[in-house]
């Protein structure tokens, strides 16, 4: 993160952007100012229409990626937050890995960073993997357990949300919930 961040241009941020919200190339790409409203609120909606799972999805955002909007904010060419070359149209699904690419990154994908989110909030956290599903926008299986669950998990994906901005800037501990296994085996 800390070499992307000292690589500049839209797509970079896009990038940045993705990581931090765990979200699909797509929907970050197709993200519309409309969606981030007002952005005091700290959260995007998704449409269903954009939506992988056709379900309007809720993404609490840290404080990173408001201060990468606010960036946006000003080279605004529309409503489209990461806008492409040609005017109304987005940048192309390849202008992330481009970025990766420039960085001699061909280690990395940009939907493993979706992966790499999961692994970290299962290994590093002790949040529930149904707030983990959730944050990944990921449909539950089981029909019986989603016609009982209704709610989004939305202040519980917003403490992960801060937590994973956290690790991404380099921090560790969420919250103190975090114990590395050799640190509790010491004691």
């Known amino acids: 993160m800390e070499a992307l961040r000292r690589q500049s241009g ?54 990173r990626a408001l201060e990468i909007l606010g960036e946006m904010q000003l080279v605004r060419q529309g409503n489209l937050v990461f806008p492409g070359n040609k005017a109304g149209r987005p940048l192309s699904h390849g202008a992330m890995l481009r970025v990766l690419d420039k960085m001699s990154r061909d280690d990395l994908t940009v939907h493993g960073f979706r992966s790499s989110f999961r692994d970290w909030a299962a290994e590093c956290t002790n949040f529930a993997s149904e707030v983990c599903e959730a944050a990944l926008a990921h449909a539950v299986k089981n029909k019986a357990e989603a016609a009982y669950r209704r709610g989004d998990l939305f202040e519980k994906r917003r403490q992960l949300a801060e937590a994973w901005a ?13 114990v590395p296994i050799r640190a509790a085996a010491a004691q």
């Not at 100012?33 to 999805?57: C, N, P, Q, V, Y």
């Not at 380099?170 to 103190?176: I, K, L």
């Open 166 to 178: 956290t690790f991404c800037d380099g921090g560790s501990a969420v919250d103190g919930v975090v």
């Open 10 to 63: 839209i797509s970079a941020r896009a990038l940045e952007f993705t990581i931090l919200t765990a979200m699909r190339t797509g929907e970050v790409l197709g993200a519309t100012w409309d969606e981030l409203g007002d952005l005091a609120e700290k959260t995007w909606t998704i449409s269903a229409e954009r939506m992988k799972g056709d379900r309007e999805h809720r993404v609490p955002l840290s404080d």
